[in-house]
Structures are given as structure tokens and as C-alpha cells.
């Protein structure tokens, strides 16, 4: 990376973009680097854009040396070393999955070439907007010149969920919880899944496995954990009476400091759906999928070898079946 740092947010005027600009700028993801703004937007948010700019002059972040407001992705990305896709469009009251996948596959073509012909060559790109994993993988399909490690999509959101939950149950502090896993989808076919690498890590060092701390409680694990999880954005929604936006951002800044910055602990995992060109778990290759990863210097690598539940099995199944069907719609969209 340049000695700025220069990373583009799409969306940026939305509910997430308010909440997650000023993480990045104030320096919680990337420290005290210097780091310049590109703020994407569709042109009726223009407005609401210069507005964000003002404020964050107000600000007086140290690190902050510009802010870009712009309606081309092309300008937004040009040289960019970090892009965060969070503007889409949104599921409309009667509108079908197939209809907000046509709709998002081509906002993402066009994202993916842009980034393909302007960003830096070793761009990161996080995928926050639905549906995230197959947004992602239109936009690294069209990207070629990018390597596909560069993307992930979010499900960092669903995994800080699930660490909640577990640490609830247990009345522990949820930096205590280790490796839960969300596999698949964002969506409610995903699977969190506590026991098969999940541990509590206590004061002294020692690691003790969940499925041994919630012996007496595996049915609420395999269920109502499961279900709680799934459905926890809806939740959010009827209660707040908008979507998930303070934690979405949180997640996702999340997300960027320990892929880009920190990297994981050691024999620690955090989920991210990423590219699937292996087979991991016996997926099918070609989509993108939330896996157990491991962060080091900027990448990602899948955890291998984790030893599968039979539900756990026909969970993946399930998430896998979701993500194969949308893959198919967003190929009738760039076939037409
Ligand atoms: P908002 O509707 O508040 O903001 C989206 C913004 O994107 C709007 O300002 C809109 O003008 C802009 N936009 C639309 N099309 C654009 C385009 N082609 N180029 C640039 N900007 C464009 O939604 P918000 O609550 O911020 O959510 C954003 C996305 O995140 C949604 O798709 C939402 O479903 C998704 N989410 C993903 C989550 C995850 O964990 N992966 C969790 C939270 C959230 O549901």
C-alpha cells in the first residue's frame, strides 16, 4: 500500500456508511496510517454526501487527509487500496429473492469492472450489501485482473452474533469465546455453529471446548441457538424498526482490522465468506462461502480438517443448495 491509504465505501450516505465512516476515519481499523476517503454514492444522495463530508471535516481527524464525494465508481476506485461494497438495492416490500438478485448483479458487473479497470492491484474488497456472497462473486467474477483472495463477503456480523449469544448463555465476557463458526449464506440459511471448534478461553490460558460447557444445553444449541442467530436481523428490524446498522459497521471494521491489520490470534478463527476455489468441507467450488478463517499479512486462509457433525453436514447442505440456486439467477442475469 501507498503511504495514504486510500479506501472507497459505496453506499457510503446509507444507514451503514454513517455508522462505519467514522471508524475508518478516526483510525480504529488502521491506526494512526494516513488514509484518504472515496464516498460512492447513487446521485439522489449526493446531497446527503457533501453533508457526511462537512461533518467529517468537523471532526478534525488527524489522520484524515481527504474526502472524496462522487457518483462514479470509476473515479471512487481509481488506485484504491481497500473498497468496501455496501450500497445495493434494498428487498422492497413483494419484491422476489430472484428480482433483488437481478438488480444486484448488475450494480455489481459494474462495480467489479470498475475495480477491475482502476483499483490498486492489490485492492482488498468486503462485501457488505445483500446478497452479500453472491454480490461478491459477480464482483470478483468481473474483476479478473484481481486475485479472487482480495474479496470476502460479511459475515463477520452474524459471527459476532453468535459469540454474543454463546457468551450470554454462558454469563462470560464474549472476548472469552473462541471459534464459533458461521457457515454459508448471510441469510437465514446460514449455520452457526458453536460446538465444532467453539472453546472458552479462560483467564489462565486453558481452552476448554463449548461442546463440553454446554453438555446439558446441545438441544438449545442445535435449535434455538441456530434459529436466534439466523433471524437476529429480522429481529433487529421489528424492534428498531430499521436494519441492523451500529453493529453492521462494527462488524465490518471489524472485519478490515483483523483480515488487513491485526491478523487473527493464534489457532483462533473468525468467519468470512469468501471464495470457495477448493472444495473446502466438500463444498461445491465457484461460490462464495463463509468458512472458519485464519488472518496473516493481509490474507485469509480457510481452517482444514475440522471434523463435521452429521446435522452440522446437512446444515452446510442446505446454505450450499441457497447459494448454488442464486449463483444460477445471477448467471441468467449476465447470460441475458
Ligand atoms: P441503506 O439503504 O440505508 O443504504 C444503502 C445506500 O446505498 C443508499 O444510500 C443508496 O443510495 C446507496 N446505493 C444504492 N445503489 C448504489 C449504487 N449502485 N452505488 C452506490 N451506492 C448505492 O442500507 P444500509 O442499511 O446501509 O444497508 C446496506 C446494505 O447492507 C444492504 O444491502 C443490506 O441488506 C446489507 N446488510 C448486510 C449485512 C451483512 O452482514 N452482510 C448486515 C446489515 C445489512 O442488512
Redesign the pocket.
Known amino acids: 500500500m501507498n503511504n495514504v491509504t486510500k479506501i472507497a465505501i459505496?453506499?457510503?450516505?446509507?444507514?451503514?456508511?454513517?455508522a462505519l465512516i467514522p471508524l475508518l476515519a478516526s483510525g480504529y481499523v488502521f491506526g494512526d496510517r494516513p488514509i484518504e476517503l472515496r464516498l460512492?454514492?447513487?446521485p439522489?444522495?449526493l446531497k446527503?454526501l457533501a453533508g457526511i463530508r462537512m461533518e467529517l471535516i468537523d471532526c478534525a481527524f488527524p489522520c484524515l487527509t481527504d474526502v472524496l464525494c462522487t457518483?462514479d465508481?470509476l473515479e471512487a476506485f481509481e488506485n484504491a487500496d481497500v473498497i468496501v461494497l455496501?450500497?445495493?438495492?434494498?428487498?422492497k416490500q413483494g419484491m422476489e429473492r430472484k428480482d433483488l438478485i437481478q438488480a444486484?448483479t448488475n450494480?455489481f458487473t459494474?462495480?467489479g469492472r470498475a475495480i477491475d479497470d482502476v483499483a490498486s492491484p492489490d485492492v482488498k474488497v468486503l462485501?457488505?450489501?445483500?446478497?452479500?456472497n453472491t454480490?461478491c462473486l459477480v464482483a470478483l467474477s468481473e474483476a479478473s485482473s484481481i486475485p479472487t483472495k482480495n474479496f470476502c463477503?460479511?459475515?463477520?456480523?452474524?459471527h459476532q452474533r453468535a459469540k454474543a449469544q454463546i457468551a450470554i448463555k454462558l454469563g462470560v465476557s464474549t472476548n472469552c469465546v473462541k471459534n464459533v463458526t458461521i457457515w454459508g449464506n448471510?441469510s437465514e440459511t446460514q449455520f452457526p455453529d458453536a460446538l465444532t471448534d467453539g472453546y472458552f478461553l479462560s483467564d489462565n490460558g486453558e481452552k476448554i471446548p463449548l461442546s463440553s460447557l454446554l453438555a446439558n444445553d446441545l438441544d438449545w444449541v442445535s435449535t434455538d441457538f441456530v434459529t436466534l442467530v439466523q433471524n437476529r436481523?429480522k429481529h433487529v428490524i421489528e424492534v428498531r424498526g430499521?436494519?441492523?446498522?451500529l453493529?453492521?459497521a462494527q462488524?465490518?471494521a471489524d472485519c478490515l482490522k483483523t483480515w488487513l491489520v491485526t491478523g487473527t490470534q493464534d489457532g483462533e478463527t473468525v468467519s468470512m465468506?469468501v471464495y470457495n476455489d477448493k472444495g473446502y468441507y466438500g463444498i461445491k467450488k465457484g461460490i462464495v462461502f463463509s468458512f472458519p478463517c485464519e488472518c496473516k499479512d493481509g490474507n485469509w486462509y480457510v481452517k482444514n480438517g475440522l471434523s463435521l457433525s452429521d446435522l452440522a453436514l446437512e446444515k452446510l447442505e442446505i446454505t450450499e443448495t441457497e447459494l448454488l440456486e442464486e449463483l444460477e439467477a445471477a448467471h441468467n442475469v449476465l447470460s441475458k
Open positions: 459505496s453506499g457510503a450516505a446509507g444507514n451503514i456508511g454513517y460512492l454514492e447513487i439522489h444522495a446527503a457518483t465508481p455496501v450500497g445495493g438495492y434494498p428487498r444486484n450494480i459494474t462495480m462485501v457488505v450489501a445483500n446478497p452479500a454480490n463477503a460479511l459475515s463477520y456480523l452474524d448471510h436481523g430499521n436494519s441492523s446498522a453493529s453492521a462488524a465490518t465468506a
